[in-house]
């Protein structure tokens, strides 16, 4: 009377790991593609018009799949010392109590910019990041730079390039 049940059990169970695996296998194939050399951008207009869609720029993690949305960076490519905006549309769970964005530098180390806290499950979060945050000079900024959006808990969400003139 058992045996049906326990072989039932073991088959969930089995099944269920193998969903949780090949999940782990997405987010981790996803954040090694966020870590590569950026090789393109997606041009914008200054009111957030995709102008040129770069398809590997702002697609959104398998953990926050249905669950969030980012508009691409605007304007892009943009000058030093302007501003850029950043909106990301959280849509429910799993996000923390906060968001963060940072960029790569030339050593492909994470360096911090923003970070903003949820009020709620359901938030649009917009960062307005002025271009010498990533650099004090143009020489130091310039070019076309990797940027992460994390959670709180720095699950990567989404990222994107964005070429500073």
Not at 32 to 43: D, G, I, M, V
Not at 117 to 137: K, P, V, Y
Not at 144 to 165: A, C
Request: aromatic share 12%.
């Amino acid at each position: 009377m058992h045996k049906p049940f326990v072989k039932l059990l073991i088959l969930v169970t089995l099944f269920g790991t193998g969903f949780s695996c090949t999940n782990d296998d997405a987010q981790s194939k996803f954040e090694a593609q966020a870590y590569s050399e950026p090789a393109n951008y997606t041009e914008t207009s200054f009111q957030g018009d995709i102008v040129r869609n770069d398809t590997d720029d702002w697609r959104i993690s398998p953990l926050y799949l249905g669950l969030a949305s980012v508009q691409p960076i605007f304007p892009n490519p943009v000058q030093f010392g302007t501003n850029v905006t950043l909106e990301i549309d959280i849509k429910g769970a799993p996000a923390s109590s906060s968001i963060e964005v940072g960029y790569l530098n030339q050593s492909n180390q994470w360096i911090f910019l923003q970070q903003q806290d949820l009020q709620n499950d359901f938030e649009l979060i917009t960062f307005l990041i002025n271009t010498r945050q990533f650099g004090s000079s143009l020489s130091q900024a310039q070019g076309l730079k990797r940027m992460l959006v994390f959670d709180g808990n720095q699950r990567l969400i989404s990222y994107g390039d964005i070429l500073i003139q």
